[in-house]
């Protein structure tokens, strides 16, 4: 039987798995299986945490009149959740092709909900054994662990409803003094990361279309990750893609449009999956930069729009080759780079001189965060540094779009969907 792999153990791919298999920045893929040892080790701290949360819930309920009691219940799930665990990533019986990305997609966001939505009850029923002579005590910190791991699941709840659909338009202006006079004023469109083989509100991406076309871009970038896995999650979407107006469309592939993420019976059917969804960006409208750059000529003036393959850190690909892609462009001339992973720019790039502007997505800020007093967290900050919006370093720029799809689960909490509106003008850098 054919299945998927995993590697990697870095501390990004460990909250990425937490997350629903999301991220992808990181990104992994919807669904894999993972090596028996490392399953076994993950249910049993399941286990523990359902013992401790059922606990909590069975003293929070121990003396209320209810038709029907939690905790048993809460077992009873619990001890699905462990089994369904154990088939569908430890040992998979269906090979994980697209058609079964809603079965994981499905399960990825019950077992997620589930995790975060147990560990106040787990906390709180730890807490409890502890100062278990204390009823009262008890009792009142078992009651708290119920509301909060309630207030959890709402959050959950509405991040699969609402905040999945929701879609932001960011808006910003950039100013660079060697911006060619002919430029200024010139408008970038952004959209990166449609995940199309989970893609479910063709709505979200009629109102992205809109929106694109009302700004009237003359340029359009799309930063990769075009699809999860599979040539065939590209069937269907060209007509809609088409609808992107743009003067120049560009794109570049991200880790999932290589299909490294599934173990293929040969080469010959990995490559020509491959050639398939690198044809998709063709078709799709967009002038694939693979390691490459392209002019852009207004007037009597010139900027070059150059593109490298997915560049990340282990476990993510490195197939980019940054000389080549610029080998042609002249010296001094502004030059707009494309890179899927924002890590690129972080390690490499923002040292370099000749990059004022680089473009990428990967992260999905997280698909998770929170904006307090104008200040965007995630916890995804813990692995990386750029994950979301702008970024400067000695006038060197980056922009990281959210996404527009999602991965690992169709959750979106404080962190919507994203095209992004660029403004370039002919000035000194703010």
Not at 9 to 27: E, K, M, V
Not at 375 to 398: H, M, P, Q
Request: charged share 15%; glycine share 8%.
């Amino acid at each position: 039987m054919v299945t998927p792999t995993l590697s990697g153990d870095s501390l990004y791919i460990f909250i990425a798995y937490l997350y629903g298999s999301i991220l992808y920045g990181g990104n992994l893929p919807v669904m894999r299986n993972i090596p028996f040892s490392s399953g076994l080790i993950f249910l049993m701290v399941y286990l523990m945490l359902s013992a401790a949360a059922w606990y909590a819930l069975r003293t929070t309920f121990a003396n209320k009149s209810l038709p029907v009691k939690p905790a048993p219940l809460f077992v009873i799930f619990s001890i699905v959740q462990a089994l369904s665990f154990f088939i569908l990533f430890i040992f998979p019986y269906n090979t994980a092709t697209n058609e079964r990305y809603s079965l994981y997609f499905f399960y990825n966001s019950i077992l997620i909900t589930d995790l975060f939505t147990r560990l106040p009850l787990a906390l709180a029923g730890l807490v409890s054994l502890v100062l278990s002579r204390s009823v009262r005590l008890k009792t009142t910190i078992s009651h708290c662990g119920t509301i909060i791991s309630a207030a959890v699941l709402l959050i959950f709840i509405w991040g699969f409803t609402f905040g999945s659909r929701s879609l932001k338009k960011q808006e910003l202006v950039l100013a660079f003094p060697d911006l060619p006079e002919a430029f200024d004023g010139i408008r970038i469109a952004h959209i990166s990361d449609t995940h199309l083989g989970n893609f479910h509100y063709p709505e979200m991406f009629d109102r992205a279309v809109t929106a694109n076309n009302e700004f009237d871009p003359d340029i359009l970038v799309f930063t990769g990750d075009l699809v999860n896995n599979f040539a065939t999650e590209t069937q269907g979407w060209a007509d809609i893609f088409n609808k992107f107006r743009a003067g120049y469309k560009f794109a570049v592939p991200g880790n999932h449009d290589y299909g490294d993420y599934y173990r293929w019976p040969d080469r010959e059917q990995k490559d020509e999956n491959r050639r398939r969804i690198m044809q998709a960006f063709s078709d799709f409208g967009f002038n694939l930069l693979l390691n490459r750059s392209v002019p852009v000529v207004i007037g009597q003036d010139t900027i070059y729009v150059a593109g490298v393959e997915n560049w990340g850190h282990p476990p993510f690909p490195q197939y980019a080759d940054l000389q080549k892609s610029t080998g042609e462009i002249p010296p001094g001339s502004f030059t707009i780079l494309l890179s899927h992973d924002p890590s690129h720019w972080y390690s490499v790039i923002r040292h370099l001189d000749g990059f004022p502007l680089t473009l990428s997505g990967h992260s999905h800020g997280l698909q998770w965060g929170i904006k307090l007093a104008g200040i965007e967290f995630s916890l995804i900050w813990l692995s990386r540094k750029t994950w979301a919006g702008l970024y400067a370093y000695n006038g060197n720029y980056l922009y990281v779009n959210r996404g527009l799809g999602t991965i690992g689960i169709p959750l979106r909490v404080d962190m919507p969907a994203e095209i992004t509106f660029i403004t370039l003008k002919r000035g000194e850098i703010d």
